[in-house]
């Protein structure tokens, strides 16, 4: 029985009066399990051409099309595409198990003698296996040659356009063997094997840390206005973008997934991306108004998880523990329980989005409103935030805390007792900051929609939705609840639902805010169809004290299953921001500026001061600085090198190296040509360089807020550097 019939029948036999009595709504029905293999047989082997300077991905580097794919056996229809990409990671590593430490590859093509090459794409090989099961091709990227361990640049800090345009070269290459043959032998097929069998209008795409925001490079690369992409890769139809433990801000454009199903996963233990940014493009996509492809945005938080063991060649534990929960992961080289959670939750989503016979049941998994799977929630907690689309057409605004502090989005008078209330508008997304404390009489904040006396209808809308997350200070208490109500045109309020029936509000279980989505179905408050809302209140009471973030209050007239049924099957090109195009909107154009990215709010700044989960502090020193005519890292301007150097090594990971200079920092940065890690050189232009104070504290830091490794360094002197 479809889930809204479900509780058509449900509301029918019971009373209003009896509605706030019903428990665990939510979690009536469980979502349709996706862990188990499919029935495909299929066939796996590599490709690899030799390495060229291949202008139209990396202009400097050389780099190779190298790739491990996975097909059914059965091509007796054209077949969905899936392609997946690793992120940054060293390219030699020696020893049993393996320490990766040397990027000589990513220069030389090849390892220093008694270091082997890092297989990264091979990591995703239990991906492959379970998608190619389920019926999809698999193409599973490495990007170890000029890319990984690469130089970075002025446009391009962390590499990821040139990962995306590689993505393409990729696709192109597909596109070419499904529709003129000239598959490769070293697949162990005809050069025609794949005509006609390669379904490109069916693309999916998953990335790894840089590898995220690589795969969004791609996807809005082809799209961009004047792509050289369409021309090459006629007819491809990017359905969805599935994210782990993803980047974002390490090119100097804004990446999202407009009109594309998404989905991130932010592992709650990373000890890389330990800032979880991985999470803004869904901040900045929520407060879209319009999309060509109504399609689904979602963020799966994963607890007990860490960053590299979703891929089963990064052999190291990033994490230094987690706050607050218990780790999936041991002290081994891997996690199966987190390659459980990656392999179950790709596969319902690709079935969902991806392919000529969507399996529409599959998009429960990411929404709140339906009980995760048993074979997830045997493993682990996670926690969703989930949009069906940010379109208008789907939603209206209630509050997004937008405006001064007791004035709702609409520009209507809220009321708050009991509790005190801010509206922080400095960060994605906005939110009210609300607190309350054993007092007694009401504790409540309403949040108006309209005019007293006067209201407005709902009834095309079925369900109330909001997301909200417990601020730092709640970490160790026990879990917070609450309760919503409807307020009519007569101030009538509706029964009371408690928060607690649809999540389980403990954590934050990081250094970082964090939200979840609440998805409240319409009919549980038990008001009479024709009745007209003013407003939404929101009773702090059932915990006696308490401190939470409030954000993104609407009605929404979404079903799962019909809503993506009914949506148009055609992507309609756009024009998006290309680099020359300014951003108006200052919190996308802050992803780009490493001197002011998304600032943190007090209690951010307190957890990532104190926490020994997060920061690893280590020790540097300045090198020599050289003075650069016209710079290929810095787009052609003059400037100055800095080399840095460390005890023992900088890692090739995901975050980006920042060189912080009185707290100018700065993200131009790559190893020297030999490959050793133990120096990163920064670029810096001559105008910026001149700037800077002199006798200024120094540091090294991975990621700009929150970094999850320090390296500290004697103050900053430029009389002292050796030029």
Avoid at 16 to 42: E, K, M, N, Y
Avoid at 176 to 205: E, R
Avoid at 601 to 613: D, G, L, R
């Amino acid at each position: 029985m479809a889930r809204t019939a479900f509780l058509r029948s449900l509301f029918a036999c019971v009373s209003a009066s009896a509605l706030s009595l019903i428990v665990l709504i939510s979690t009536a029905r469980a979502a349709v399990d996706p862990s188990q293999p499919g029935s495909f047989d299929f066939q796996t082997a590599e490709y690899k051409f030799p390495a060229t300077v291949d202008k139209e991905v990396l202009e400097t580097n050389a780099t190779e099309i190298w790739a491990r794919a996975f097909w059914p056996k059965d091509l007796s229809q054209p077949r969905p595409i899936v392609f997946l990409l690793h992120g940054n990671h060293p390219t030699c590593g020696q020893g049993t198990p393996r320490k990766d430490r040397d990027c000589n590859y990513t220069n030389e093509g090849s390892c220093p003698v008694g270091q082997v090459v890092v297989p990264n794409h091979e990591g995703y090989n239990y991906l492959g296996k379970q998608l190619a099961s389920q019926g999809f091709i698999v193409v599973s990227i490495n990007a170890n040659r000029g890319i990984t361990c690469g130089s970075g640049n002025s446009d391009d800090w962390g590499l990821n356009l040139a990962r995306g345009r590689l993505v393409l070269r990729h696709i192109e290459q597909w596109q070419k063997w499904a529709t003129q043959g000239g598959a490769p032998a070293s697949l162990g097929v005809a050069p025609n094997a794949f005509v006609g069998h390669v379904d490109i209008a069916n693309v999916g795409l998953m990335g790894h840390s840089r590898g995220g925001e690589g795969m969004r490079a791609a996807y809005n690369l082809y799209r961009e206005k004047k792509s050289i992409w369409t021309s090459k890769i006629p007819g491809l139809q990017i359905r969805g973008i599935f994210e782990i433990g993803a980047v974002d801000g390490q090119t100097g454009r804004v990446l999202d997934a407009d009109d594309t199903a998404w989905n991130a996963v932010l592992p709650m233990c990373d000890g890389d991306v330990s800032d979880l940014e991985g999470r803004m493009p869904f901040e900045r996509m929520i407060s879209k108004s319009n999309e060509t492809r109504k399609t689904p945005k979602s963020i799966s938080m994963v607890y007990g998880a860490n960053h590299n063991f979703f891929n089963t060649e990064w052999l190291d534990s990033d994490s230094v523990g987690c706050q607050g929960h218990d780790p999936i992961f041991g002290t081994g080289t891997e996690s199966l329980a987190q390659q459980k959670v990656a392999s179950t939750e790709m596969t319902a989503f690709f079935l969902a989005n991806v392919g000529s016979n969507k399996v529409a049941d599959q998009l429960e998994v990411f929404d709140p409103r339906t009980a995760l799977p048993k074979s997830l929630t045997d493993i682990t907690r996670i926690d969703r935030d989930h949009i069906y689309t940010y379109d208008q057409m789907f939603s209206t605004v209630v509050d997004d805390f937008d405006q001064p502090t007791g004035q709702s989005s609409n520009r209507k008078s809220n009321l708050a007792t009991g509790i005190t209330v801010d509206n922080v508008r400095y960060s994605r997304p906005f939110y009210a900051s609300i607190k309350w404390s054993e007092t007694a009489g009401s504790r409540f904040l309403q949040t108006n929609w309209a005019d007293p006396n006067k209201g407005r209808d709902t009834t095309a809308y079925t369900s109330l939705d909001f997301r909200v997350g417990r601020q730092q200070d709640q970490v160790s208490e026990s879990a917070t609840d609450f309760s919503v109500q409807l307020v009519d045109q007569d101030s009538n309020v509706s029964a009371a639902v408690a928060v607690s029936q649809f999540i389980n509000l403990t954590g934050p279980g990081n250094a970082t805010n964090l939200f979840q989505t609440v998805r409240i179905p319409m009919q549980l408050f038990g008001l009479k169809p024709q009745a007209k809302i003013q407003g939404i209140r929101f009773n702090f009471d059932r915990s006696p004290k308490g401190a939470i973030n409030l954000a993104n209050v609407r009605f929404t007239r979404n079903d799962p299953t019909s809503f993506h049924s009914s949506i148009s099957d055609q992507l309609t090109p756009i024009d998006i921001a290309s680099e020359d195009d300014t951003v108006d909107d200052p919190f996308q154009a802050n992803v780009n500026d490493l001197s002011n990215w998304l600032p943190a709010n007090e209690n951010q700044k307190k957890a990532a001061a104190t926490s020994k989960v997060i920061q690893k502090i280590s020790e540097a020193k300045f090198w020599k600085a050289n003075f650069v005519q016209n710079s290929p890292y810095l787009r052609g301007e003059s400037g100055y090198e800095v080399a840095v150097q460390a005890k023992k090594n900088f890692p090739a990971q995901d975050a980006l190296p920042i060189l912080n200079i009185g707290g100018n920092q700065f993200g131009v940065s790559r190893y020297p040509s030999n490959g050793k890690t133990d120096v990163l050189i920064f670029s810096i232009n001559a105008y910026d360089f001149q700037r800077l104070p002199t006798n200024a504290s120094a540091q090294v830091q991975y990621g700009r807020t929150n970094p999850s490794k320090i390296w500290k360094m004697p103050n900053f002197d430029k009389s002292k550097l050796a030029y």
